[in-house]
Each structure stands twice: as C-alpha cells, then as structure tokens.
C-alpha cells in the first residue's frame, strides 16, 4: 500500500484526486443530485422512470414518468411473446400468466367503473341505484364468489388427492 511518489507536485496531485473522489461521493450519499444519486444506488435501472422538471422559483425537481414503465412492461412483454413460438408455453409462464390475470382485473375495474360511472350521472333513479349498486355491493359480492370459487378448488384438489392415493 506504501505508494512511491517522485516529487511534490505528484503527491498534490494524487491528493486532489483523491479529495475530489470524496466530494462526488459525499454528494451522491447526500442526494445534492437526487436522480444521479437514485441512478447509482439502482445501478441506472431509475434513469427510464425518473424526469428532472424545473421549479417555478428555479432549481429542478425529480417527476415520476409513468410512460417509462409502460414502455418497459410493453417491450419485456413483446420479447416473451417473441421468443415463444406457441400459446402453450406463453400460458405455461407464470409470468405470462400472471400479466394477463392482471390486465384482465384492470379490463374489468375501467369497464364496470366506467359503467357505474355513466349510471350515476344519469337522471334516472333506477339507473343511479343500479351505479351505486356497482360501486358498493359489487366489491362484496365478487369477494365472496372469489372465495367460494378457491374453496371449491381446494375441495376438488384434496379429493383428486384423495383419489390417487
């Protein structure tokens, strides 16, 4: 570790070097730069999500930019499609699967909020009732089926179990 230096001026240099390294460090773990710090804790992996907006008094602040992380989701999604060549083995991913349960929940939430939605804002008492309807009972109502519907499974399941041994 004894490092052989020739002259001064070279010792200085190193020292300034090495004086400068500190700083950018202190000033990563000090968030002075709060997306350049983000950016080497994640290894970069924040740089896609994160935009750095100017404050109206001056200075910048970090914004959130959800359009990044549609764009990822849709490319991961289009390069599993793409290197699968058959449904089977897209629907045998739990990934894929999971993906789709999800979209598929997120289909269902817009369509019956956007029919609740248009219910209430119409004149119609019986339509307002039947938007309330959705917005309150509904919830309940797919609980409990989501819950019948897994403790059938599970009694089918022990049973096929049941029968194999």
């Keep these: 570790m ?4 020739n002259n001064l001026e070279e010792l200085r240099r190193k020292k300034a070097l090495l004086k400068k390294e500190v700083s950018d460090m202190e000033d990563l773990l000090t968030f002075d730069n709060t997306k350049q710090s983000l950016s080497a804790f994640t290894n970069g992996f924040t ?3 994160l935009t750095e907006e100017p404050k109206p008094g ?3 602040r970090l914004a959130f930019d959800s ?3 549609v764009k990822e989701f849709a490319n991961n999604f289009r390069e599993s499609v793409l290197t699968r ?3 089977h083995s897209i629907t045998s991913s739990p990934e894929a699967v999971s993906i789709a349960e999800n979209a598929l929940k997120l ?9 609740a939605r248009e219910n209430l804002n119409n004149t119609s008492w019986k339509k307002k009732a039947i938007g309330l309807a959705l917005i309150y009972v509904a919830p309940v109502v797919l609980k409990m089926v989501r819950e019948r519907l897994e403790n059938y499974q599970r009694n089918k399941t022990t049973s096929s179990m049941q029968h194999l041994i």
Aim: proline fraction near 0%; avoid cysteine.
């Design 2 to 5: 004894e490092a052989k230096y």
């Design 47 to 49: 740089d896609k999500f």
């Design 58 to 60: 001056g200075g910048t």
């Design 67 to 69: 359009s990044g992380i």
């Design 85 to 87: 060549k058959n449904v």
């Design 107 to 115: 289909g269902a939430v817009n369509l019956v909020g956007k029919y």
